[in-house]
C-alpha cells in the first residue's frame, strides 16, 4: 500500500499536480528537507503548491525504493536567477492511516545552492550562514504565498 501511495504522490509531483499531493498527506504530517526544515502540515501542502506553481522548465523522475524510500530527481529553472539545477533527492517516509505522516528529504545543499546562486552559491554555498540565509529567504517566500492564499 505504501509503495502505491509514494507512486501515487510522485505521479502527481511530475504533473505539478499540488493539490493530489496534498491528498497524500496525514493531517498531522511534517516535513523536513535543507531548505525546508520542520513543516507541518498545512505549511506542507502550501510548499508544494508553491513550488509547482512556480515551476518553470519542469521534470522529475523517481524510482521508489521500497515501503518508505523514494530517490529522484528534480530538473528546473530557478526562478529567482533563471539558473538551471538538477536536484537529486532521497525521501524517506512514515505513514499512518494509509497517508504520509512524515517526510524527510535529503540532498546536496552546497550543490543546489551552486546551482541555483551561481558564483555566490559556489563560494559561499557551503557555509552555515548562507545555508541559513537560503532558509530565511524560503521561510519569507512560504509565509507570503501562505498569507496570500488564505
Not at 513550488?51 to 518553470?56: D, E
Not at 523522475?61 to 523514494?70: A, S, W
Not at 545552492?113 to 524560503?138: I, P, V, Y
Request: glycine share 6%.
Amino acid at each position: 500500500m505504501s509503495a502505491e501511495l509514494l507512486t501515487r504522490f510522485y505521479d502527481a509531483f511530475a504533473r505539478k499536480d499540488a493539490e493530489t499531493m496534498a491528498a497524500c498527506y496525514h493531517s498531522d504530517a511534517a516535513f523536513s528537507d535543507p531548505v525546508f526544515p520542520m513543516l507541518n502540515h498545512d505549511e506542507t501542502c502550501a510548499m508544494w503548491r508553491m513550488l509547482v506553481g512556480r515551476a518553470q522548465d519542469f521534470s522529475l523522475t523517481y524510482e521508489v525504493k521500497g515501503e518508505d524510500r523514494v530517490e529522484w530527481v528534480a530538473r528546473y529553472t530557478f526562478t529567482k536567477t533563471g539558473r538551471s539545477v538538477v536536484n537529486r533527492v532521497k525521501s524517506q517516509f512514515g505513514f499512518q492511516d494509509g497517508l504520509i505522516l512524515a517526510q524527510r528529504d535529503g540532498f546536496d545543499f552546497p550543490r543546489w545552492l551552486r546551482q541555483a546562486l551561481g558564483f555566490k552559491g559556489l563560494l559561499f554555498g557551503h557555509t552555515r550562514l548562507m545555508q541559513a540565509a537560503a532558509r530565511k529567504e524560503a521561510r519569507k517566500s512560504l509565509d507570503a504565498f501562505m498569507a496570500k492564499n488564505r
